[in-house]
């Protein structure tokens, strides 16, 4: 667990928390957050319980990185150049929660050197819109309190700016056009894209979407774990009858002209099918799993080969996702032949979560060659293990990004 008692705001241990340092002091000592629940860590405090700003949030803690274990393969069937390897879905090193959580200049670092070594051609770097207003429960994470009118906005802009930073001060090439992906690839860089975890930023504004255009955004998660104005969650009870709502609507249409990948991770059947019926443009469920049975945890996040011949019919791309819903390595890569096997080897690829992830069975870059190799094992022919790991992923960039 992480430091449940954290979480739960009425704890007067906690409420005394006031201050970020006393805070700091207070999660310490407590938290392991390696050997506890490595759901995460979207803790935020306020500073009047009864205030509805969410001032802060903690972020996942350096700590957490450094209890890891890495699961290295030095097999070079990954390794050739002419390997795209793509991530439909990272937070490396948890970088939003700069300025609240501790260590995460180390976590950036230490991801991105992965990044490079493990060979990561490119991946969308995601904020997270909802992340103040989140919380851990027992069942998984669910929503807490709300944004005030404009604290959305103002969130996005701050953690835009923490990642135009790092963007700026480590070995990683920012990118906004399909073609920067191989451009990274024949230079042996990895190509940075931003995304948004939740369309909670544009508060239902369309308009919204061409300064998001032109801050670099280049994909929409519409919808995450705090119900928004745009559509319906896996994870709560739906609130559209049609899926999306008038401006979410709207702001399909929108991407689809400015050049946006739409993502619809997260987001119910209901809604998914929603959009695949408005989109002109192939898109991205980045980071989800075949379901299983309902008792693994995350279940409510799995979804039914229905849903994924869905993105199939779409042209867009699944990010198989290596959460914790998977018992081992093994597990999830049986998950993702099945996936295929329902969707195809063109609608597949890879979406890790990373730093973000709950008990992940990939949990760094440097495993990247041990999930190219493990799909070669599984019967993949080279140029189907090449789709898996990037070639779809490129394909909808492509088609979707000017
Ligand atoms: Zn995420």
């Not at 390997?83 to 879905?89: E, G, K, R, V």
């Not at 948890?94 to 995460?104: C, H, R």
């Amino acid at each position: 667990m992480i430091c449940r008692e954290l979480l739960h705001e009425g704890t007067p241990k906690f409420r005394k928390a006031s201050t970020k340092a006393s805070l700091r002091a207070f999660v310490r000592p407590s938290c392991n957050f390696a050997q506890q629940l490595h759901l995460n860590i979207f803790i935020f405090f306020r500073n009047e319980p009864t205030m509805t700003t969410r001032r802060r949030f903690l972020g996942q803690s350096a700590a957490a990185l450094a209890g890891a274990y890495w699961l290295q393969s030095s097999d070079a069937f990954a390794q050739s150049s002419s390997y795209i390897h793509f991530d439909l879905h990272s937070h490396p090193g948890m970088f939003l929660t700069k300025g609240v959580a501790t260590n995460v200049d180390a976590a950036v670092a230490k991801t991105i050197g992965e990044m490079n070594k493990g060979k990561l051609t490119g991946a969308f770097f995601s904020l997270v819109a909802d992340a103040p207003i989140i919380k851990v429960s027992p069942t998984g994470i669910e929503p807490n309190g709300s944004y005030g009118p404009g604290e959305a906005w103002k969130e996005y802009k701050r953690q835009l700016g923490i990642l135009k930073e790092y963007l700026k001060s480590t070995p990683v090439t920012y990118a906004t056009k399909a073609s920067d992906l191989r451009t990274a690839l024949q230079a042996n860089k990895v190509a940075a894209y931003i995304g948004c975890e939740g369309g909670d930023f544009l508060e239902g504004k369309t308009d919204r979407l061409d300064e998001m255009y032109a801050d670099g955004i280049r994909s929409i998660q519409l919808v995450h774990y705090h119900v928004n104005e745009l559509g319906n969650l896996q994870t709560q009870d739906a609130q559209y009858d049609d899926g999306l709502s008038a401006s979410g609507k709207e702001i399909v249409k929108k991407m689809n002209k400015l050049g946006m990948v739409i993502d619809v991770a997260h987001a119910a059947e209901s809604t998914v099918k929603a959009v695949i019926d408005i989109t002109d443009s192939p898109v991205i469920l980045s980071h989800s799993i075949l379901r299983v049975d309902d008792n693994r945890p995350l279940a409510k996040r799995a979804i039914t080969a229905d849903h994924a011949k869905l993105i199939a019919k779409n042209g867009g791309v699944i990010g198989a996702w290596p959460s914790g819903f998977s018992m081992s390595f093994d597990d999830f890569i049986d998950n993702v032949k099945r996936t295929i096997d329902v969707a195809g080897v063109d609608h597949v690829g890879l979406g890790t979560d990373m730093d973000g992830n709950f008990k992940p069975v990939i949990n760094s870059y440097m495993q990247l060659s041990r999930w190219a190799t493990a799909l070669k094992t599984k019967g993949f022919t080279e140029d189907e293990v090449k789709k898996i790991t990037g070639g779809n992923a490129e394909r909808v960039l492509k088609k979707v990004l000017k």
